[in-house]
């Protein structure tokens, strides 16, 4: 989580500390309802200094369904981040594997192959994370031939 994400996240429980603490919970209770939350938005608890971009915007969705439970737009884009970002992170695979002059037909195999190898499952099955690890392993080979390019020697 970036120091971004962090203040986000903490401005964010702020709203919903304070809709407890209105409905008379004590800032221990408070504290331990947070923990709830995360297990409500994720099935498991975790710091939230340790989310990752997909979690933490479950979790916000979360939290701003009690903060602001009539601001359906706002849960719903946070919902919808995650999917977003993944299809961006394909987009730019896309582009890498142009400049890589990977030929359409041997992508999947190839993205597999790169997936398998680095993180030990196939492309399709990629977490968000595991997809940008993919992708800078394609930037630095794009890199690398640019480099071979302008010094063949």
Known sequence: MTAAQHRKYLSEWGLVRKHFRAKGLEPKACDAKRHELHKRALGYDVSSKKLTNAEFDAVL??????????????QLRLQEQAPARLERLHARAAELLDRLAIKPSGRGEYLDFLSRRICGRPWVQLAEI???????????????????EKDPF
């Open 61 to 74: 969705a979360v939290f701003s369904g009690i903060s602001r439970p009539n601001d359906l737009k706002t």
């Open 130 to 148: 595991e997809v940008a690890k993919i992708i800078g392993v394609l930037e630095a080979r794009a890199r690398q031939l640019v480099k071979e």
